[in-house]
């Protein structure tokens, strides 16, 4: 019922911004998703890294609170990260997450999302 497919990820140097998006259709109103952004490195499990709920609260993971930001284009059906000050810790697959109805406080657990895109990798060099 519902499609995301992210972009925007690239190759950068430690320090550098990346702003990934990820495009979203359905047949409901876009601002009423519960969405988030998660990512996976290799022989890691995946992990949450920000979420936005259908009234645009946001979470995020601590390691990345006050360099990344959530945010959501509600004409476009698109939704944001803007992530700052990259670490190399920060390289990985990273995707875009969306459900209909997500409980409040779940935001950043990869489980009670039924909707993935496909990916886009972020590789972050010193």
């Known amino acids: 019922q519902v499609h995301v497919v992210e972009s925007g990820g690239g190759s950068v140097q430690a320090g550098s911004s990346l702003r990934l998006s990820c495009a979203a259709s359905?047949?409901?109103?876009?601002?009423?998703?519960?969405m988030g952004w998660f990512r996976q490195a290799p022989g890691k499990e995946r992990e949450g890294v920000a979420a936005?709920?259908?009234?645009?609260?946001?979470t995020y993971k601590d390691s990345v609170q006050g360099r990344f930001t959530i945010s959501r284009d509600i004409p476009r059906h698109t939704l944001y990260l803007q992530m700052n000050n990259l670490k190399s810790e920060d390289t990985a697959m990273y995707y875009c997450?969306?459900?209909?109805?997500?409980?409040?406080?779940?935001?950043?657990?990869?489980?009670?999302?039924?909707?993935w895109g496909q990916g886009t990798q972020v590789t972050v060099s010193s």
């Open positions: 359905s047949g409901y109103p876009f601002n009423t998703f519960f």
């Open positions: 936005i709920d259908n009234r645009g609260f946001t």
């Open positions: 997450a969306a459900d209909l109805w997500v409980v409040s406080g779940t935001g950043l657990t990869s489980e009670v999302y039924k909707y």
